[in-house]
Antibody
């Protein structure tokens, strides 16, 4: 059974940073692109970042480009997202998803971790 | 503002057929990119409902179906049930933004 379990969310002051983690199991993690997708309270879904199977390619939505880093550790079956210079508009539930970030579907999602940025 | 436009809400009585539209443009759906649909209940993660326009993952009831034509796509729910009350999102790829894009979501209410 595919499982994605996020952690690392919480309350952080504006301008601060946070590192989110996602533990994957039930599939060959190193064979899939992975993404982070976020959902602001009461809003829709927004793709944030994606990373290729071997970590050699990374892409970001413009709103987080330059202040976020997506990474992975295939030996640990783990995905990460570091976000710095956090803003109020970064407040959202962050989902880890098995998703290429492009012309494909997100077939598995984690339960999400809430990031709240206080001003 | 989403590049894929969905109605904020649709409703129907149990047993009825409802459709959720997803309107894009020549840089996404109209360019031939696939459309995928997700179902989300309050407080839970999205779940893939339809992939590649009209395919159902294992376990998804056949009362859910998808279609695509031109710059638009639709999700149809036939024989609407109370348990189908949820938010539904369409998703595709946009070659101007060069990224996957989601619609703003449609709340389906069972009357």
């Amino acid at each position: 059974e595919v499982q994605l379990v996020e952690s690392g969310g919480g309350l952080v002051q504006g301008g601060g940073s946070l590192r989110l983690s996602c533990a994957a199991s039930g599939f060959t993690f190193s064979s899939y692109w992975m993404s982070w997708v976020r959902q602001a309270p009461g809003k829709g879904l927004e793709w944030v970042a994606c990373i290729k199977e071997d970590g050699s390619e990374k892409y970001y939505v413009d709103s987080v480009k330059g202040r976020s880093t997506i990474s992975r550790d295939n030996a640990k079956n783990s995905l990460y997202l570091q976000i710095s210079s956090l803003r109020a508009e970064d407040t959202a539930v962050y989902y880890c998803a098995r998703y290429c970030g492009g012309d494909c579907s997100a077939d598995y999602w984690g339960q999400g971790t809430l990031v709240t940025v206080s001003s | 503002q989403s590049v894929l436009t969905q109605p904020p809400s649709v409703s129907g009585a149990p047993g009825q057929r409802v459709t959720v539209s997803c309107t894009g443009s020549s840089s996404n759906i109209g360019a031939g990119y696939d459309v995928h649909w997700y179902q989300q209940f309050p407080g839970t993660a999205p779940k893939l409902l339809i992939y590649k326009n009209n395919n159902r993952p294992s376990g998804v009831p056949d009362r859910f179906s998808g279609s695509k034509s031109g710059t638009s796509a639709s999700l149809a729910i036939t024989g609407l049930q109370a348990e189908d009350e949820a938010d539904y999102y369409c998703q595709s790829y946009d070659n101007s933004l060069k990224q996957g894009v989601f619609g703003a979501g449609t709340k389906v209410t069972v009357l």
